[in-house]
C-alpha cells in the first residue's frame, strides 16, 4: 500500500507528519520529516577509514587481486 502511495507519504512528511509502514499489520519502518533525525542529513568525512584496510590483502595487494580475478575467471 505504501508503495502506491509513495508521493502523499512523502508530501505529509515534508508538512511534518510521520507515517508507521506496516508489513502484515507489524510496524517495520517509519517515514518521518528529515528535520526529526538532522543525523541522517550530515555528511561524514571518511578520513578515519584511510588506512584502515592495511594489510588486508597481504604484502602485495597487486598479486593477491591478481591471484582473486584469476580465480574468479575460471
Do not use: C, F, K
Not at 60 to 68: E, G, I, K, N, Q
Amino acid at each position: 500500500e505504501a508503495r502506491n502511495e509513495l508521493p502523499q507519504l512523502l508530501i505529509a512528511a515534508q508538512q511534518g507528519r510521520q507515517t508507521i509502514i506496516t508489513r502484515h499489520g507489524r510496524p517495520v519502518a517509519i517515514l518521518a520529516p528529515i528535520s526529526e533525525h538532522p543525523e541522517a542529513s550530515m555528511q561524514r568525512s571518511l578520513l578515519p577509514l584511510a588506512g584502515s584496510g592495511r594489510g588486508l590483502y597481504g604484502r602485495d595487494s597487486r598479486a593477491t587481486l591478481r591471484r582473486l580475478r584469476d580465480e574468479w575467471n575460471r
